[in-house]
């Protein structure tokens, strides 16, 4: 089970999502991303690779999502359909995710300018992951 909602967030849009597994939170968290930036999102373009790795699992949450904010700048595309799985690699926690880069121009995109630590939530409990992340918009 893997979904995420799009929540109101004053000035700002939240995204929260819930998976099995905490890869699956990072994928959902990140398909909430692309959602905040549009209502129809079209399966084109060509997936790419994304490795991030930090020193918690929060960071690691925070540098995955300013990476996929980082990829749409620089590539000029919309990171959807997300893939995510997460490990643990000595003192560091790393996340090797794909996504489909959606071309820009093939869709009607909201600004999404960058990802926040503010609320933000990551936590497991007997019913899988939670993640709640506030993206500035």
Known sequence: MTEYSLRE?????????????LGGVFAAVADGLAAAHC?????AGERFDVTVRAEGREALLFDYLDELIYRRDVDDVLPAENDASVRRDGDEWVVEASALG????RID???VKAVTYSEMRLEEDEEGWHAYV???V
């Open 109 to 111: 995109a909201r600004e």
């Open 39 to 43: 209502d129809e999102i079209r399966s």
């Open 9 to 21: 967030h004053t000035a700002d849009v939240a995204v929260e999502a819930t998976a099995d597994t």
């Open 102 to 105: 959606v071309p820009l121009d």
């Open 134 to 136: 506030v993206f500035d």
